[in-house]
């Protein structure tokens, strides 16, 4: 299976005129969103706590989150946001996507939408 990509924009909710856009690849296997931390930082967002994540390779890291607003397919969802290396390539992860009702077509490798968000 190939990767799928989408462009979505980071909002800082407390100040909404600062705002970072990157495309972001799709990963269903990931929980949260990650965002290079110089780009957050750039927007005037900063670390609100800490929270241990699991990496593919089964290890652990503690890494600083805080929340952050995301749109993309013309929808805005509130979300929690990693603090990534300022290199590191932007994850849009499953809670996102599934909070406004948007899954993966692995066969086209395509977001599509969902007739309504699951609320079972």
Same mark, same amino acid.
């Given at each position: ?6 462009? +979505?924009? %980071?909002?800082?909710? !407390? ?6 856009? !990157? ?17 957050? /930082? ?8 800490? /929270?241990?994540?699991?990496? +593919? ?10 929340? +952050?607003?995301?749109?993309?397919? !013309?929808?805005?969802?509130? %979300?929690? %946001? ?5 290199? %590191? ?6 809670? +996102?996507?599934?909070?406004? !009702? ?10 599509? /939408?969902?007739?309504?968000? /699951?609320?079972?």
């Amino acid at each position: 299976m190939g990767m799928t990509q989408v462009t +979505a924009r %980071v909002t800082n909710p !407390g100040d909404t005129d600062k705002n970072w856009e !990157g495309l972001f690849l799709v990963d269903t296997g990931s929980i949260d969103c990650l965002v290079p931390g110089n780009k957050l /930082r750039e927007i005037g967002l900063k670390p609100k706590g800490k /929270r241990t994540y699991e990496l +593919a390779d089964g290890s652990e890291i503690k890494m600083d989150v805080t929340v +952050a607003e995301i749109e993309f397919m !013309g929808e805005i969802v509130g %979300v929690t %946001v990693i603090f990534g290396k300022d290199d %590191v390539e932007p994850i849009l992860g499953v809670t +996102a996507l599934e909070s406004v !009702g948007i899954e993966v077509d692995p066969q086209n490798q395509r977001l599509k /939408r969902l007739p309504a968000v /699951r609320l079972k």
